[in-house]
């Protein structure tokens, strides 16, 4: 064999080990990567991980990689990223329209001046990720789109990992969140009485419709002793499980204090706002309605705190509807209340009808955009003078379904007929 020949297949054979090397190079990288994913590390480790991979290995002395977390485009991981390349490495409409990876030096794009590649990463021809390469050495004789691929893959991996990480975090904050609301409406279904009161000198009925299923709405009918009757409604701030459990605590209170025949209104919604005051350090409140009814007397006494005004309906009376709003302001933003007024109707006549409801009615909008507002309440309760309680539920919801179209419910809808006979 000439000597030619020889340093030839010298050459040759030591070209061959490199190129084995380097393939064993990329496969331990791989391997490293993916027992630090099934470690189930974290996306802060994985990418210390990734950097060491491209730095030290793929020779890429300066990257940047946007990754989209919940809508935005953030920087997760950057190598010698300078303060005059830092401008540059934010998301620009204009890399959608790229699919494969493409060398800046062809574009128009700015950031070519410190970067040179532009890779993007996608998932079910979805952009998850763009890596902003710069500074390649060159490195064992490898072309640069055999490296380029080889990027690709790595990356491919480590954002896929971290996006199945997202989403399994957030199916486990949903699955959470379903878990509370299941609970919190278990919670307010108890707090919605199963029957109400009647006898042949009142009835009622009621319309509770919760939005999705779990409300912050609340109405209660408490027989005193046979000549008084406390009715009430109220509406919580928030939702979920917090919000359920003020309203059953409230509940409980409320049931408490309604039995003890020597409160005053005004003292028993003092008390009921000293008590959620102090559950909630004024973080949370609700409107509220009380009202309680002498019958041998035909007399009424009430208070409302913050609550849509009931509306009182006095047979044959059809002009002189009575809105019930006297009171106070909401339970529970305040440690004491500012004043308390109470409402008193002496002399209440046979076949008057009460119609107490929560702000979801009056919110209801229908496909104008037009909301169905007090005065369409009005208008209704004018014309239902001669029905059942029941009846005028069931009218009442044919006629806000009429009125929303197509349009869902955006808010609880609670309503509480009461017809004094």
């Known amino acids: 064999m000439s000597e030619e020949a020889y340093l030839k297949k010298i050459l040759q054979t030591e070209l061959e080990e490199s190129l084995v090397q380097y393939k064993q190079m990329e496969l331990d990288s791989l391997l490293e990567v993916t027992k630090a994913i099934n470690m189930n590390s974290s996306a802060e480790n994985l990418f210390k991980i990734y950097g060491f991979i491209l730095q030290a290995q793929m020779k890429v002395n300066r990257l940047a990689v946007l990754y989209k977390d919940d809508g935005n485009w953030?920087?997760?991981?950057?190598?010698?990223?300078?303060?005059?390349?830092?401008?540059?490495?934010?998301?620009?409409?204009?890399?959608?329209?790229?699919?494969?990876?493409?060398?800046?030096?062809?574009?128009?794009?700015?950031?070519?001046?410190?970067?040179?590649?532009?890779?993007?990463?996608?998932?079910?021809?979805?952009?998850?990720?763009?890596v902003l390469i710069g500074k390649l050495q060159e490195y064992m004789n490898d072309s640069l789109i055999n490296r380029l691929n080889f990027i690709?893959?790595?990356?491919?991996?480590?954002?896929?990992?971290?996006?199945?990480?997202?989403?399994?975090?957030?199916?486990?904050?949903?699955?959470?969140?379903?878990?509370?609301?299941?609970?919190?409406?278990?919670?307010?279904?108890?707090?919605?009485?199963?029957?109400?009161?009647?006898?042949?000198?009142?009835?009622?009925?009621?319309?509770?419709?919760?939005?999705?299923?779990?409300?912050?709405?609340?109405?209660?009918?408490?027989?005193?002793?046979?000549?008084?009757?406390?009715?009430?409604?109220?509406?919580?701030?928030?939702?979920?499980?917090?919000?359920?459990?003020?309203?059953?605590?409230?509940?409980?209170?409320?049931?408490?204090?309604?039995?003890?025949?020597?409160?005053?209104?005004?003292?028993?919604?003092?008390?009921?706002?000293?008590?959620?005051?102090?559950?909630?350090?004024?973080?949370?409140?609700?409107?509220?309605?009380?009202?309680?009814?002498?019958?041998?007397?035909?007399?009424?006494?009430?208070?409302?705190?913050?609550h849509p005004p009931p509306i009182l309906y006095k047979e044959n009376d059809k002009e002189h509807l009575q809105r019930l709003d006297e009171g106070t302001t909401i339970i529970g933003a305040f440690r004491q209340l500012p004043f308390i007024k109470l409402g008193v109707l002496e002399?209440?006549?046979?076949?008057?009808?009460?119609?107490?409801?929560?702000?979801?009615?009056?919110?209801?909008?229908?496909?104008?955009?037009?909301?169905?507002e007090e005065e369409n309440i009005i208008e209704f309760v004018k014309n239902q003078e001669s029905k059942t309680p029941k009846e005028f539920n069931k009218n009442l919801l044919d006629c806000i379904k009429e009125f929303k179209g197509q349009r869902v419910f955006t808010d609880d809808v609670t309503v509480l007929c009461w017809k004094i006979v």
Request: proline residues 3%; contains cysteine; aromatic residues 10%.
């Open 74 to 130: 953030t920087c997760l991981h950057k190598i010698d990223v300078t303060t005059e390349a830092e401008p540059y490495i934010v998301f620009d409409e204009k890399w959608l329209n790229f699919q494969d990876s493409i060398q800046l030096k062809n574009t128009d794009l700015e950031m070519g001046k410190y970067f040179d590649v532009l890779m993007p990463v996608t998932h079910k021809n979805r952009p998850l990720a763009y």
């Open 152 to 306: 690709r893959t790595i990356t491919n991996i480590i954002v896929v990992a971290i996006e199945n990480k997202r989403l399994f975090k957030k199916q486990l904050e949903q699955e959470r969140l379903n878990r509370e609301m299941e609970l919190a409406a278990k919670v307010q279904n108890m707090l919605v009485p199963n029957r109400l009161p009647e006898n042949e000198r009142f009835s009622l009925d009621a319309m509770y419709m919760p939005h999705f299923n779990i409300g912050g709405d609340y109405y209660d009918v408490v027989e005193i002793n046979e000549n008084e009757l406390l009715v009430c409604m109220a509406d919580v701030s928030g939702k979920g499980i917090s919000a359920a459990l003020l309203m059953a605590n409230f509940q409980a209170m409320l049931r408490v204090l309604a039995k003890d025949t020597s409160l005053t209104l005004e003292q028993l919604v003092e008390r009921l706002n000293n008590r959620v005051e102090e559950i909630t350090q004024g973080e949370r409140f609700l409107t509220f309605f009380v009202a309680k009814y002498y019958l041998k007397e035909h007399k009424l006494e009430y208070v409302n705190a913050g």
């Open 347 to 372: 002399q209440i006549p046979e076949n008057s009808m009460l119609v107490l409801f929560t702000d979801g009615l009056t919110d209801l909008v229908n496909e104008q955009g037009e909301f169905f």
